[in-house]
C-alpha cells in the first residue's frame, strides 16, 4: 500500500505560482509511475501530468505545457509539481497519484493509476 499526502495548495493571483508536494509512505516510489491530476467543480478528474520512476522522462497536458513542471525525489518519496504564470481556468483540486503498471510512463487515464492522495486546493483569481 501506499499512502500519498499532497500539500502546497492555497490562493494566488492570476500569474502567480504555487508549489505543489505529494509525500508518500508505505512503499518506496522509485519503482512507480507517479502522476497529477486535477478536478474542478462541476467537471471530470482529468491529467495534468506524469513522471517516469526514475525522473529523467515527464509528460503533460497541452494547457499546462511550458508553464507546469513535475518532477520526483526518490530518495524523499516525495513528488512535485510547480505551478507558473497559473490562470483562473487552473482552479481545481489537485490530486498526486501512482500507478502500479509496468510499462511506459505517459499514463494519462485516472484507472491506470492504483494510489491516491486526499487533493489540495488550487485556488486561481483574476
Known amino acids: 500500500q501506499v499512502q500519498l499526502v499532497e500539500s502546497g495548495g492555497g490562493l494566488v493571483q492570476a500569474g502567480g505560482s504555487l508549489s505543489l508536494s505529494c509525500a508518500a509512505s508505505?512503499?518506496?516510489?522509485?519503482?512507480?509511475?507517479m502522476g497529477w491530476f486535477r478536478q474542478a467543480p462541476g467537471k471530470e478528474r482529468e491529467f495534468v501530468a506524469s513522471i517516469s520512476r526514475s525522473g529523467d522522462k515527464t509528460y503533460y497536458e497541452d494547457s499546462v505545457k511550458g508553464r507546469f513542471t513535475i518532477s520526483r525525489d526518490n530518495a524523499k518519496n516525495t513528488v512535485y509539481l510547480q505551478t507558473n504564470s497559473l490562470k483562473p481556468e487552473d482552479t481545481a483540486v489537485y490530486y498526486c497519484?501512482?500507478?502500479?503498471?509496468?510499462?511506459?510512463?505517459?499514463?494519462?487515464?485516472?484507472?491506470?493509476?492504483?494510489?491516491w492522495g486526499q487533493g489540495t486546493q488550487v485556488t486561481v483569481s483574476s
Open positions: 497519484a501512482a500507478s502500479g503498471l509496468t510499462g511506459d510512463y505517459r499514463y494519462t487515464q485516472y484507472y491506470e493509476y492504483a494510489y
Open positions: 508505505g512503499r518506496t516510489l522509485s519503482n512507480l509511475v
